[in-house]
């Protein structure tokens, strides 16, 4: 009986997970055909199902993997000895990745699907919460060391930075020679004079 090597099973399905979010960035999800999925990633359909039972759930590996490279990502910051510059390096790279424009394109398309697969949607909320849950506890540990207004909800403050990330793909909309490295420096400027510690009025 022939075995499978995980390392390269891996490797290969990343690959043609990373092939297929070219395509349906280009084409949309309803557009694109598994002939075209096959012919990015440079294998046959019966190699393609031997991986994935569909379109579809190509589709949705996508956003499974993003979101589980997000929650390492948060995780690891998390374990940081400064939670505020942490939080700032999220949060930017994060928007930086949205800038790219097959990456917005894509995440329109996500959207779009979502409208009409609540099984979809429903996943797509699920990466949301995990994302806002871990922007809090980064807010929350940045808050505890005082680096930022302790008042400070850490819920609905990572609704409000989520709301930022997510911002970036209008920018980039807008104005397709955008100065990406401007933005992002302004962008942090934003979350800083957010985020920082309000003194006491005097007599307060």
Same mark, same amino acid.
């Given at each position: 009986?022939?075995? !499978? ?18 395509? +349906? ?9 598994? *002939? ?26 996508? +956003? ?29 790279? @994060? ?11 894509? !995440? ?11 099984? +979809? ?14 922007? *809090?506890? @980064? ?32 920018? !980039?909309?807008?104005?397709?020679? @955008?100065? @990406? ?24």
């Amino acid at each position: 009986m022939r075995t !499978v090597d995980p390392v390269k099973h891996a490797a290969k399905r990343r690959a043609i997970v990373d092939a297929a979010a070219g395509c +349906f960035a280009e084409k949309g999800f309803e557009r694109t055909t598994t *002939a075209d999925l096959c012919r990015a990633a440079g294998i046959s359909s019966g190699s393609l199902f031997h991986y994935f039972p569909s379109k579809r759930a190509v589709f949705t590996a996508i +956003f499974t993997d993003d979101a589980a490279e997000t929650a390492g990502r948060l995780e690891a910051a998390a374990q940081t000895d400064d939670p505020l510059a942490a939080l700032l390096d999220v949060v930017t790279e @994060l928007a930086a990745q949205l800038a790219h424009p097959a990456i917005a394109r894509l !995440v329109l398309e996500a959207a779009a699907q979502a409208a009409r697969d609540d099984e +979809f949607a429903e996943l797509i909320r699920r990466n949301d919460g995990a994302l806002r849950d871990g922007l *809090a506890v @980064l807010v929350t540990r940045a808050a505890d060391a005082g680096l930022i207004d302790p008042g400070a909800a850490p819920r609905a403050v990572a609704g409000w930075l989520a709301g930022l990330i997510d911002a970036m793909i209008s920018r !980039v909309s807008l104005d397709p020679d @955008l100065d @990406l490295e401007a933005e992002l420096g302004i962008l942090r400027t934003i979350l800083i004079r957010f985020l920082r510690p309000v003194p006491a009025p005097d007599g307060g």
